[in-house]
């Protein structure tokens, strides 16, 4: 489930600082210092309203979660983050698009604001995965719940969330790839 919140952050970040140093390069309406400094405060604002989004609705599907039965349908990791990106790439392009037609109002503001964005569902991602390092049980959405775009973990089709142990699936508790032991 944390792979679904996470899922979103690697792209809004980059296309938010490529944006914001596109936009850094043009003067803008209101200028270079005002912009940026418009951009690094929606940054914050961004990062800080992404994360705490829902996170009562979160803590309550936690607690609610049921053992994963057998006829549960989970997916891997990396099915799961190419059907989010396949789903929103044509939002991520507006959003792109958008960061960048906003720089010649104010330079790297919209950039720095998507850029929050990612960084909020970063941080968002995280404390899942404290929740599911300190429950020792990987948190999943049944497939058939998610929105038709792979997305909305939280959304009103989701009634509960599955748990299995804490070394099933491809990933880590908090979203990201699961690294293998190296031998020593």
């Known amino acids: 489930m944390a792979v679904v919140v996470r899922a979103g952050s690697g792209p809004l970040g980059w296309l938010g600082v490529f944006a914001a140093g596109i936009g850094v390069l043009?003067?803008?309406?209101?200028?270079?210092r005002i912009g940026v400094l418009a951009?690094?405060?929606?940054?914050?604002?961004?990062?800080?309203?992404?994360?705490?989004a829902r996170r009562k609705r979160y803590a309550a599907l936690i607690r609610s979660a049921a053992r994963a039965g057998k006829h549960d349908v989970l997916q891997d990791r990396a099915v799961a983050v190419r059907n989010w990106r396949r789903g929103h790439r044509w939002?991520?392009?507006?959003?792109?698009?958008?960061?960048?037609?906003?720089?010649?109002?104010?330079?790297?503001?919209?950039?720095?604001?998507?850029?929050?964005?990612?960084?909020g569902l970063r941080l968002k991602a995280a404390w899942l995965g404290r929740?599911?390092?300190?429950?020792?049980?990987?948190?999943?959405?049944?497939?058939?719940?998610?929105?038709?775009?792979?997305?909305?973990?939280?959304?009103?089709?989701?009634?509960?969330?599955?748990?299995?142990?804490i070394a099933a699936g491809d990933a880590a508790p908090g979203g990201a790839r699961r690294r293998t032991a190296e031998l020593v």
């Open 26 to 32: 043009v003067p803008g309406l209101t200028g270079r």
């Open 39 to 52: 951009g690094a405060a929606l940054f914050i604002v961004a990062t800080a309203v992404v994360a705490y």
């Open 91 to 119: 939002w991520l392009l507006l959003a792109f698009l958008a960061a960048l037609g906003s720089a010649f109002a104010v330079p790297a503001a919209g950039g720095m604001l998507l850029a929050g964005c990612g960084a």
């Open 131 to 165: 929740r599911e390092r300190d429950g020792n049980a990987l948190l999943w959405v049944r497939v058939d719940w998610l929105d038709g775009r792979g997305g909305r973990p939280a959304g009103k089709a989701v009634k509960a969330y599955r748990s299995t142990g």
